[in-house]
């Protein structure tokens, strides 16, 4: 589904008075809507050829902090520019700001006008293309569980983050009466985002108190990246205009079950899906079990860019459906990948693996690769597991910490060959930087534990 907004539209819009800001946004390393807001009247007279930014935006931590030790952006360098380019197909209106327009935008360098290597959205793009190279169209859809709070942000953050109370009270999972008090804050959240030019389906309660789940209608990958970071940024604006909010934390109470971001993907040529062969078990065509078995065989390689911090593993616990096994399965939710629409022409693999956490350019970039060496291998496809995969024995695990799965992705091969060496050793410093940044806070659990008692 396109975005809303022709640039013709918008100087329409901007002329008329109904839009006076424009908001020039990429995804960040952590996969949030960074950039400029500009008054409208400059950006359709100048702004939409190009603007600017600092280059250590792509080399901070979650607080924003100036991480040290990245090739690409340091104070050796002086800290640069990067030129931030509009994609204009993306422009759209944002109906839940007062006269707002906005508009996705690649970093590309000031001098050779080259894509940003590390960039999330060029990331995908390149893996994008490899796909098209190949006579592939990447189709994907992505799904979005969060917690809605009572209180707000602010709230929140002046109390400490304590007593959280969710606006559910008890579980919902496809309630229509509990999701009711719930309703306005989704309803304001669907339409919003349908009226934004996201390709909203629906939303429904999830399987823990206080969560939620919004989908999206399938797209091409890059398209579907573009609306999920629009959907969390929105359902986060939507809240914090209500003094709500929301959180897509992997994990943000040891006692609840997790968010998830399934990613679910297919291949298409010629505008006709090509995992699907009818005559082939399951409906699976050679090319789709190329693919899944690209992507069994470094899942371990990829996990990183799935689930990007040491919060994103304290949510693979055994019978809350996060998976713990690598492995793939026939419509089995305790499965790492699930393949849904057997015998259908939907037929596709969902990756159960990745948290609401992830930064989706980065995970379908790395999902994709590893789908499309399957494809260059011709790798094939392990016998599919069955029954509670919790408790498989033999199988192939995910890895356990954030530590383990950095390392993993620091050799990979794979990843080295379809993303550059700049790129992993990029991703795998993010990764060790937030090792170090844990392993010197003393955290609640650790003071409670041995106050007293050590």
Same mark, same amino acid.
């Given at each position: 589904?396109?975005?809303?907004?022709?640039?013709?539209t918008?100087k329409?819009?901007?002329? *008329?008075?109904?839009?006076?800001?424009v908001?020039? #946004?990429?995804?960040?390393?952590q996969?949030?809507?960074t950039?400029?807001r500009? %008054?409208?009247?400059?950006?359709?007279e @100048?702004a939409?050829?190009?603007t600017? =930014? #600092?280059?250590?935006?792509?080399?901070?931590?979650?607080?924003m902090?100036?991480?040290p030790?990245?090739?690409?952006?340091?104070w050796?360098?002086?800290?640069?520019?990067?030129t931030?380019?509009?994609?204009?197909?993306?422009?759209r209106?944002v109906p839940w700001?007062?006269g707002?327009?906005?508009?996705?935008a690649?970093?590309?360098?000031?001098?050779?006008?080259?894509?940003? $290597?590390v960039?999330p959205?060029?990331?995908?793009?390149?893996?994008v293309?490899?796909?098209?190279?190949?006579?592939f169209? *990447?189709?994907?859809a992505?799904?979005?569980?969060f917690?809605?709070f009572q209180?707000?942000y602010?709230a929140?953050?002046?109390?400490?983050?304590r007593?959280?109370?969710?606006?559910?009270?008890?579980?919902?999972d496809?309630?229509?009466?509990g999701?009711?008090?719930?309703?306005?804050?989704?309803?304001?959240?669907?339409?919003?985002?349908w009226?934004?030019? %996201?390709?909203?389906?629906?939303?429904?309660?999830?399987?823990?108190?206080?969560?939620?789940?919004?989908?999206?209608?399938?797209?091409?990958a890059?398209?579907t #990246?573009?609306?999920?970071v629009?959907?969390?940024?929105?359902?986060?604006?939507? =809240?914090?205009l209500?003094d709500? @909010?929301a959180?897509?934390?992997?994990?943000?109470?040891?006692?609840?079950?997790?968010?998830?971001?399934?990613v679910?993907q297919?291949?298409?040529?010629?505008?006709?899906?090509a995992?699907?062969d009818e005559?082939?078990?399951?409906?699976?065509?050679?090319?789709?079990?190329?693919?899944?078995?690209?992507?069994?065989?470094?899942?371990?390689?990829i996990?990183?860019?799935l689930?990007p911090?040491?919060? @994103?593993?304290?949510?693979?616990?055994v019978?809350?459906?996060a998976?713990?096994?690598?492995?793939?399965?026939?419509?089995?939710r305790?499965?790492?990948?699930? %393949? #849904?629409?057997?015998?259908?022409?939907?037929?596709r693999? &969902?990756c159960?693996?990745?948290? *609401?956490?992830?930064?989706?350019?980065? *995970?379908c970039?790395?999902?994709?690769?590893?789908?499309?060496a399957?494809?260059?291998?011709?790798?094939?496809l &392990?016998p $599919?597991?069955?029954?509670?995969i919790?408790?498989?024995?033999?199988a192939r695990?995910?890895p356990?910490t954030l530590?383990?799965a950095?390392?993993i992705?620091?050799?990979?091969?794979?990843?080295?060959?379809?993303?550059?060496?700049?790129v992993v050793?990029?991703?795998?410093?993010?990764?060790?930087?937030e090792?170090?940044?844990?392993?010197?806070? %003393?955290?609640?659990?650790e003071?409670?534990?041995?106050? &007293?008692?050590?």
């Amino acid at each position: 589904m396109p975005a809303n907004l022709t640039f013709d539209t918008l100087k329409k819009a901007v002329a *008329a008075g109904e839009i006076d800001t424009v908001l020039v #946004c990429f995804p960040d390393m952590q996969g949030r809507l960074t950039g400029k807001r500009f %008054v409208a009247q400059h950006f359709v007279e @100048s702004a939409w050829k190009e603007t600017h =930014c #600092c280059n250590y935006l792509l080399a901070l931590d979650v607080e924003m902090y100036t991480v040290p030790g990245y090739k690409s952006a340091s104070w050796e360098k002086g800290y640069g520019d990067y030129t931030l380019k509009p994609d204009l197909t993306t422009l759209r209106r944002v109906p839940w700001l007062e006269g707002t327009a906005m508009v996705m935008a690649d970093l590309v360098d000031h001098d050779t006008h080259e894509d940003i $290597a590390v960039s999330p959205r060029a990331i995908l793009k390149r893996q994008v293309a490899r796909a098209k190279k190949l006579g592939f169209d *990447a189709m994907m859809a992505t799904e979005l569980e969060f917690f809605i709070f009572q209180d707000s942000y602010d709230a929140l953050n002046d109390s400490g983050y304590r007593d959280l109370q969710t606006l559910g009270r008890h579980n919902v999972d496809y309630a229509i009466f509990g999701t009711t008090k719930e309703e306005e804050v989704m309803r304001a959240i669907r339409n919003g985002l349908w009226r934004a030019g %996201v390709p909203i389906e629906n939303s429904k309660g999830e399987a823990e108190v206080g969560q939620e789940e919004v989908n999206a209608k399938y797209s091409d990958a890059l398209d579907t #990246c573009d609306n999920h970071v629009i959907i969390k940024n929105g359902v986060k604006e939507m =809240c914090h205009l209500q003094d709500r @909010s929301a959180t897509f934390m992997a994990k943000y109470s040891h006692d609840r079950a997790g968010s998830s971001s399934h990613v679910h993907q297919s291949l298409w040529k010629a505008g006709k899906p090509a995992f699907r062969d009818e005559k082939a078990p399951h409906g699976m065509s050679a090319l789709m079990r190329h693919y899944v078995a690209g992507q069994l065989t470094y899942a371990r390689e990829i996990t990183p860019l799935l689930a990007p911090f040491i919060n @994103s593993y304290k949510r693979f616990v055994v019978g809350l459906f996060a998976p713990t096994k690598a492995v793939w399965s026939l419509d089995n939710r305790t499965a790492g990948f699930r %393949v #849904c629409g057997e015998g259908t022409q939907a037929i596709r693999v &969902e990756c159960r693996i990745g948290g *609401a956490d992830l930064n989706p350019y980065l *995970a379908c970039a790395g999902l994709l690769a590893a789908g499309l060496a399957g494809i260059e291998q011709k790798l094939e496809l &392990e016998p $599919a597991i069955s029954g509670d995969i919790y408790h498989a024995k033999r199988a192939r695990e995910i890895p356990k910490t954030l530590g383990e799965a950095a390392e993993i992705m620091n050799k990979s091969k794979m990843l080295r060959t379809a993303f550059g060496d700049d790129v992993v050793d990029h991703y795998v410093h993010a990764a060790r930087w937030e090792i170090e940044e844990q392993n010197r806070v %003393v955290t609640d659990w650790e003071l409670k534990r041995g106050f &007293e008692r050590l």
